[in-house]
C-alpha cells in the first residue's frame, strides 16, 4: 500500500514535489486548515493520501487570499454601515436594503490588490481566443 501514498491528494498527480497537507504555509497557517476553510475538506490521517503537490498549494493560497479578501471587506463594510446607522438613530436599516449609498474609505481601509502581468488571449478585439504559447 505504500505506493498508494505517493500522490497528490487534490489533483492526484504522481510526478510532482509532495509536502505534508499539515504542514505550515509560509504564513504560518497549515495548509490543511486552508484547504478546510476553502473548501469543507478535511483530510484524515487514515487517508490514502496527505499529501500536495506544489501547484495545488499555489491555486490554494489564490483561494484563500480570496476568502480572506471577502471576509475583511465584509467586515469594513458592516462597521461602516454600523458608523452610519449610529449616526442617524431615526432610521431603519430596511431601508438601506437595495439602494445606493456612497461611503468613502479612509485611505488606510483601501483594500490593495496584486496586479499580474497575464498573456492576452486575443491578438486584437476582432480575432477569435487563441491558446497560451
Partial sequence: MYYLVKFCRICIQTDRKLLDIESLDYDSIKLS???KTCTQMVISEESLSTKICTSCIQKLRISYQFHSMCKKSTTILQHHLTELLRGCE????????????????????????????????????????????
Avoid: H
Avoid at 90 to 117: G, H, I, M, Y
Fill in 33 to 35: 486548515e486552508k484547504l
Fill in 90 to 133: 431615526n432610521l431603519d436599516a430596511d431601508k438601506f436594503v437595495n439602494c445606493e449609498s456612497l461611503v468613502t474609505l479612509p485611505p488606510s481601509q483601501k483594500v490593495k490588490r496584486k496586479r499580474n502581468k497575464r498573456k492576452s488571449f486575443y491578438k486584437s478585439s476582432t480575432e477569435k481566443a487563441i491558446p497560451f504559447s
